[in-house]
């Protein structure tokens, strides 16, 4: 309960835009490429893919993100 709880709040703040000057990212949660966006995960869920789409933003630019797990592991 409790990762499936933290794996919610994450994708929740994941999916916010975060603004850097004038470059704008929007970031979702997947459990793969081929998966459709989502908030909820299960506790057997071997990985989660973070994708970023981002307006004014060109080849070159770096992206920077930080992964906080509390808890995750019974």
Known sequence: MKRM????VVAAAASISVRAGDKILHATLAVDKESKPT??????VAQIHAFY???AVKA?????AV????????
């Open 5 to 8: 709880l933290l794996c919610l």
């Open 39 to 44: 908030t909820e995960f299960a506790p057997d």
């Open 53 to 55: 789409i981002g307006d």
């Open 60 to 64: 070159g630019d770096k992206i920077r």
């Open 67 to 74: 992964w906080f797990a509390e808890d995750v592991g019974d």
